[in-house]
């Protein structure tokens, strides 16, 4: 790759840079891979996304760096944060007063997910600041994936709303962690009280900003459609003001949109047409992130020393949230099997993760490169295998639609209903 890049570079001189062009090439081959995928295997477009990502990162891709920095780094922040106001714009803060076992569910979950990855990796003998940092990440699923793999089937029902409320639940407790602790990295100190000050700073300031930027977008629905191209507009582009503004102040920018996207649900409760009119914008910011999870991921030091670790970590996690789910079932409105299927759906681990080592790695360059070379892998394996286990799950749950292979392709001889 860089072989090709240095040729080309003796004579294009594109007006925008050839990093620019690279990009261009690599997310068309990737869109188009998406589409491939899951017209002809009925696979979800992710598995397509991170394909073409790690085949480019596996061949030396020279436009993500790891660490990420700069306009990469903001790109990946942006894109985490559109996805988490929406998917928060989802949750009725009301529906816990009538049901408070699902936040039971929740915090029990994200509470033994911990656990089981610290003391696996413990018993494996990963230092102690490592093996916290790693099990810190793992509490997070990707409301990223889960919700690209639902919107691909027209997914909808009991455990489909279970997994993106839990999912999003499980990114604010990882987001206000993990600034907390990576604020610490420094220091061996694991002790819950050690994070209570560096916590209550990032979360805040997070609270301001998301309050400012739910206000903001409130006082719009007052003369503007939800309906209108120029709301979407204004959404995003407030997303990314907010995102700026709160890594600037110290905060956190995943956590300033998902906040706000829970004030705003909560000062207008009514249906949200916005993910509908978000459209290529919104899925453009999407389909980068995964595309460039999978580029720095399989830019990683792979290596055979890691993969038990790896694996070890894979399995423990998603033990762990199964386990998490059905001890707290009792009384939160549905199934054991349905609660079974909820666990195994939130495997997926993607952007949100990948932020999250990242915040890691700039708080401790010594240690940051130990918790990336295990991260890093365990986050392109489980982004891929969990994108398919969410796409099985649904369709055993019964609430989405399986894409016929081949249906409307020109040439094929089939043609859509």
């Known amino acids: 790759m860089n072989e090709i890049s240095a040729f080309w570079g003796e004579w294009l001189r594109p007006s925008a840079g050839l990093p620019i062009v690279h990009w261009s090439l690599l997310l068309a081959v990737a869109a188009a891979a998406g589409h491939l995928v899951h017209r002809h295997l009925a696979l979800p477009k992710v598995v397509g996304y991170s394909a073409i990502g790690a085949l480019a990162g596996l061949s030396g891709f020279p436009g993500a760096a ?9 790109l990946l922040e942006l894109g985490v944060s559109v996805v988490l106001f929406e998917t928060a714009g989802r949750i009725a803060l009301r529906w816990f007063r009538h049901n408070p076992m699902v936040l039971l569910q929740s915090l029990l979950e994200a509470v033994l997910t911990y656990a089981a990855v610290y003391f696996t990796l413990r018993w494996l003998d990963v230092r102690p600041s490592v093996a916290d940092a790693l099990a810190l990440v793992a509490i997070a699923s990707s409301p990223a994936v889960l919700s690209r793999v639902f919107g691909d089937m027209r997914a909808a029902g009991p455990v489909t709303e279970r997994v993106i409320v839990l999912a999003t639940l499980g ?11 990576a604020s610490l ?19 805040g300031i997070s609270v301001v900003v998301g309050a400012g930027l739910a206000l903001v977008l409130r006082t719009a629905l007052r003369f503007m459609s939800p309906t209108s191209e120029n709301t979407s507009i204004l959404l995003i582009t407030s997303i990314a003001a907010g995102t700026a503004l709160a890594s600037h102040f110290g905060g956190s920018a995943p956590l300033a949109a998902l906040l706000a996207g829970l004030l705003l649900k909560q000062l207008n409760p009514r249906p949200w047409a ?37 694996l070890a970590l894979v399995a423990s996690r998603g ?20 609660a079974l299927m909820t666990g195994a759906a939130m495997s997926p681990m993607s952007s949100l993760a990948l932020l999250l080592v990242a915040q890691f790695t700039a708080a401790s360059p010594s240690l940051g490169p130990r918790i990336a070379s295990i991260a890093l892998p365990a986050i392109l394996l489980v982004e891929v295998l969990g994108a398919i286990l969410a796409t099985f799950v649904i369709q055993r749950a019964g609430e989405g639609s399986r894409p016929e292979p081949t249906a409307g392709v020109p040439g094929s001889g089939v043609q859509r209903a």
């Open 319 to 338: 033990l762990a949230k199964v386990f998490g789910l059905l001890v707290a079932n009792p009384g939160s409105g549905t199934s054991w099997k349905q």
């Open 185 to 203: 990295m420094h220091s061996e100190e694991t002790r819950l009280l050690a994070l209570l000050f560096p916590v209550a700073v990032v979360l």
């Open 274 to 310: 916005w993910p509908r009119q978000l459209g290529t914008a919104a899925s453009l910011l999407v389909m980068l992130s995964f595309v460039l999870v999978s580029v720095v991921a399989a830019q990683a030091d792979w290596n055979p020393a890691v993969a038990g670790l790896v």
């Open 66 to 74: 790891w660490p990420l920095e700069g306009i990469g780094l903001f």
């Open 171 to 181: 990114a604010l407790y990882a987001l206000t962690l993990v600034a907390g602790r």
